[in-house]
């Protein structure tokens, strides 16, 4: 069963920045891509940014220029570094692990910010 352990969410003030990590317990290789998702109260989950195999790229409309997605493959980790957060990033952020049959979630994290 995949593992999938994300830390780093908390709460902060807009305009301040936080990273959070993804360690995943199988080789992150081994997927189809790694992606961040997050779910705001009230909200359906939506897709923050993803990495594919490849190392290709894509982000929410929202959070293009401020947030970062990234990997490091020796230590099966995927980051988000989320920059000038604004009140409507708050939410929980989760780590997903994309295989072509099958997605694989990880607990979540909460993010909070305030104005």
């Known amino acids: 069963q995949v593992q999938l352990v994300e830390s780093g969410g908390g709460s902060v003030q807009a305009g301040e920045s936080l990273r959070l990590s993804c360690a995943a317990s199988?080789?992150?290789?081994?997927?189809?891509?790694m992606a961040w998702r997050r779910q705001a109260p009230g909200k359906q989950r939506e897709l923050v940014a993803r990495i594919s195999r490849f190392g290709s790229t894509n982000y929410a409309d929202s959070v293009k220029g401020r947030f970062t997605i990234s990997r490091d493959s020796t230590k099966n980790t995927v980051y988000l570094q989320m920059n000038s957060l604004e009140p409507e990033d708050t939410a929980v952020y989760y780590c997903?692990?994309?295989?072509?049959?099958?997605?694989?979630w990880g607990q979540g994290t909460q993010v909070t910010v305030s104005s």
């Open positions: 199988e080789s992150i290789r081994s997927f189809h891509a």
């Open positions: 997903v692990a994309e295989r072509m049959q099958t997605n694989y």
